[in-house]
């Protein structure tokens, strides 16, 4: 059984930073690609970035394009999310993902087989 666990969400004020992190345990089989998302009150899960793990190729939304900068370091089977110049609109609770086979949908959450708990971001104007 796999399992992702996010840590590093807060309270910070517009223009500020943080480091999300997303940890991943239990059984270490193929991983193709980590994905980030973000569910708002009231909103659909919202995609916001990926990475392919092999090639660290990665894909952004256009809202946090320049942003947002996705990394990994396989020695500690993490995946991190850096936001840089935060708004009051990123506000939400932000989740890792994990697809194990290959896949060119990247952007949907329907693709990817295991999900963390979710970490809250509030970004206060």
């Known amino acids: 059984q796999v399992q992702l666990v996010e840590s590093g969400g807060g309270l910070v004020q517009a223009g500020g930073s943080l480091r999300l992190s997303c940890s991943i345990s239990?059984?270490?089989?193929?991983?193709?690609?980590m994905g980030w998302f973000r569910q708002a009150p009231g909103k659909e899960r919202e995609f916001v970035g990926a990475?392919?793990?092999?090639?660290?190729?990665?894909y952004y939304s256009d809202s946090v394009e320049g942003r947002f900068t996705i990394s990994r370091d396989g020695a500690k089977n993490a995946v991190y999310l850096q936001m840089n110049g935060l708004k009051p609109e990123d506000t939400a609770v932000y989740y890792c993902?994990?697809?194990?086979?290959?896949?060119?949908?990247?952007?949907?959450?329907?693709?990817?087989?295991?999900w963390g708990q979710g970490t809250q971001v509030t970004v206060s104007s």
């Open positions: 239990g059984r270490t089989g193929d991983k193709y690609a």
């Open positions: 993902a994990l697809r194990e086979s290959p896949t060119t949908r990247y952007h949907s959450p329907l693709v990817y087989e295991y």
């Open positions: 990475c392919n793990w092999s090639s660290m190729i990665t």
